[in-house]
């Protein structure tokens, strides 16, 4: 099934010529009426909110290692045998495991204590902690030209505003995060603190993964608050000599086993051939994760109970993944793909939903053509009247990424995104972030591009 | 330039050589970096969340006639001129005064409290209250074949939950709010109760208008929270025989002196035309109004702001109105409206922000023709990467509609709906349920749309 992408326009042509062979002819009205009967169930007594509730009240803070992901774990494949799957499957992966021990504290050296998280993956401070001086920086370039020996830098970038999308702006401002703390330890720094990476003017920390270049020397990190930040930046300001203590308790472990979890109903013309929907089942440890990605869960899952309330009976094996790890490793996508590899898995279609539970606006589509949102873009008038205006290229998400290198189309829903950053990796990322509505349209946007997909194919 | 319906086609072709003879080309290439210098400066440290924070918290409760209406009126002006109006006004109206006085009761006689607040307008229960049977009805047709006389009806149909639009869902279900009392009293009722219109599952009780037909008897009413809906209605199915005793203290006062509060930008080119955005300064006595209408307000004052910041000059009077009194009158409405008409002002373009501070999506548009969604939807590809793909037909909103009977074109934002009914009229209707972003986004969208009708005209 994979083409050159130079050959592209060719391939949407015989794309085209195959699907009206392969195919029955699309049948418009009997669409609309699918879709309709897929909303009505979906935002009549849909369980979705109910399931997120459970989900996030019984284990909150999922992170790879954790007792609360291995409850997850068994408690989605149960929730996916109530929903009606004729198979549950769960799929091991070993899982890092990081712990952040006791409470980090992070204080102007003999002055004011300041909001902080530590980062994911931080390595812990030395026995006692760390107190150096400070310097601030905007950006990993500053290193190369600031004395940052024997300092604790301060990574303090606010996100763009300019950018609409604030997906964006985080991508953006996210190296100070990501590779920050361990390119500064390559320039002899002794600790790294971050500016948390939202929009939100506030007092809450956002955490997030750091990563430390193999066999370079590795300095704990911290994320501020964005208040703290501020505050801290003009406490430096008025005396350059401040020092930072710091104190992180953070631990890595061994390996830990986790799993996928895999719910199936069966194809009713070629089960060999399969379309995926799925989310992640970790979260970071201080967060309920609500939003990231208890929302993806459950809607996954309501995505199975839609088809089965309306009625629909998938010609392909249709399969809800609950993916583990992503936020820390991606162990999970990557056990899922080579397991499909080594299977020899045909896999037609795969849909993530990792973007927060907000309203839906359309969805993001890649495939080896090139050209698959331009094909899901001909169901453009089905999906007007449910707000679904969006059909733009792109991967899914981490989670499906794996599977468009063995020829699938991925794809991921993409809701509202002013909201996400605000409570994203935070203890703020709870249920009464999210609308038991908002929840519902989401999981029937995706039930419906499934079914169609199901249908005609893409 | 009125034209009748049944020539708007030809009326579009007209307005289309007109535009050619009256204005500049289009400029596609200038308009889209106008677009972009006012978001910027919208995203970029816009004041419009802290003048929203001040207006809730120093005047929330901004009910008619109330002394907090008296001072966001006050507000209002003092920020148009810190905002940089060429010239501001008070422009007086009569506002009718209720009063809710001391807190209402409801509960189930001899048992449990039932979350509830009195509807607006409500008449009191006589002094002591009043107890008498319940009868719940789904419907005001139901009044006809039942027999309510010296019972309390309840009035218990949800807001049906299959529309994608939850504004549709309160029109469906709002006739048990605004005319079941009065309809319900003709009958012989005592009392009403009302399921609060919301798709919210809560403890929150919404007030809102109930009006009584002219020299009908009126009886007291009060909403019920949907959990104490449920309660009751679970309560009368285990016992038809039960009673409710109500308890309301309100009171009608003489009408009181408010205002609209207009600033203006004075026009370059054509003075004596006039554009105006609005939202409405008046909010329920129990809600801090964020969402309704605050959100409106300091929009409103924003694309002022904005206009001033991106150095745009218009060409004809633009003016933010601040309208008085739309919850339970619309006397500000019609001062305004009536004014215009006395003073021949000529209304080009009138603009309301009254559905909430959530993300915009679009916008809707009225004019005598009928063709002006048609004709702002040609600037769809210039609002793209803003989000804005909706230009339907509508009538604005209720401050803006009288001044399309004067041959303006109305129009009205239309933002994200979902979350927009779980706090309307509650006291949950405050500044943390609005994003900032948000907030900003739509001001944004409001003064773009305003830059390019002043430009080109609709």
Same mark, same amino acid.
């Given at each position: ?13 015989? $794309? ?100 902080? #998280? ?28 600031? !004395? ?15 950018? =609409? ?26 600790? $790294? ?7 939100? &003017? ?18 704990? $990190? ?6 703290? $930040? ?31 979890? =895999? ?9 060999? @051939? ?5 989310? &992640? ?9 609500? &939003? ?23 010609? +392909? ?28 898995? @045909? &896999? ?5 939903? !990792? ?54 189309? #991925? ?11 605000? =409570? +994203? +990796? ?27 997909? !199901?249908?005609?194919?893409?």
């Amino acid at each position: 099934m994979r083409l050159s992408t130079r050959l592209a326009p060719v391939a949407a042509l015989c $794309a085209a010529v195959l699907f009206n062979s392969s195919h029955a002819a699309e049948d418009t009205a009997a669409d609309a009426k699918m879709l309709r009967a897929i909303y009505t169930a979906a935002l009549t007594n849909g369980p979705a909110y109910e399931h997120l509730r459970e989900l996030t009240t019984k284990f909150p803070g999922r992170l790879a290692g954790s007792k609360n992901l291995a409850g997850a774990v068994q408690w989605g494949e149960a929730v996916l045998k109530a929903t009606g799957a004729d198979r549950t499957e769960l799929q091991p992966a070993m899982v890092p495991h990081w712990e952040r021990g006791a409470k980090e504290s992070i204080a102007i050296a003999g002055g004011a204590k300041l909001t902080a #998280v530590a980062l994911g993956g931080s390595v812990p401070t030395p026995a006692g902690g760390l107190t150096a001086p400070l310097v601030e920086l905007q950006s990993l370039d500053a290193l190369k030209t600031t !004395d940052v020996k024997g300092k604790i830098v301060f990574f303090n970038r606010p996100m763009n505003p300019e950018y =609409i999308n604030p997906g964006l702006s985080y991508g953006d401002a996210g190296d100070q995060r990501n590779q920050g703390p361990g390119e500064a330890a390559k320039y002899g720094a002794v600790g $790294a603190l971050v500016r948390s990476l939202t929009h939100a &003017h506030d007092d809450v920390p956002h955490t997030g993964n750091t990563t430390y270049p193999p066999d370079g020397p590795k300095i704990p $990190a911290a994320a501020l608050s964005t208040i703290a $930040a501020d505050k801290l930046s003009a406490a430096l300001k008025a005396d350059a000599t401040l020092q930072v203590s710091m104190q992180i308790n953070s631990r890595w472990f061994e390996d830990a086993p986790s799993a996928n979890v =895999i719910g199936e109903l069966r194809g009713s013309e070629h089960p060999e @051939q399969i379309i995926v929907v799925g989310g &992640h089942l970790d979260s970071w440890d201080i967060a309920p994760g609500a &939003h990231d990605d208890g929302a993806g869960i459950v809607q996954s899952i309501e995505v199975m109970r839609l088809l089965k309330a309306v009625g629909y009976k998938p010609r +392909h094996t249709f399969r809800v993944v609950l993916f583990t790890n992503e936020e820390n490793g991606t162990r999970g996508a990557t056990a899922y793909s080579t397991a499909a590899q080594e299977k020899k898995e @045909q &896999h037609l279609f795969a849909l993530e939903t !990792d973007n927060g539970g907000f309203q839906p606006r359309g969805f993001n589509l890649g495939n080896p053509a090139g050209n698959a949102a331009k094909r899901a873009a001909r169901w453009s008038a089905l999906f007007e009247p449910y707000g679904i205006a969006s059909f733009s290229d792109g991967v899914g998400g981490t989670d499906v990424h794996p599977l468009l290198a063995q020829g699938a189309t #991925v794809a991921g829903l993409t809701p509202d995104s002013q909201r996400y950053f605000d =409570i +994203h +990796h935070t203890t703020e990322d709870s249920i009464d972030k999210v609308n038991p509505r908002e929840l519902e349209l989401g999981a029937a946007a995706m039930a419906s591009l499934i079914y169609l997909v !199901d249908q005609y194919g893409l």
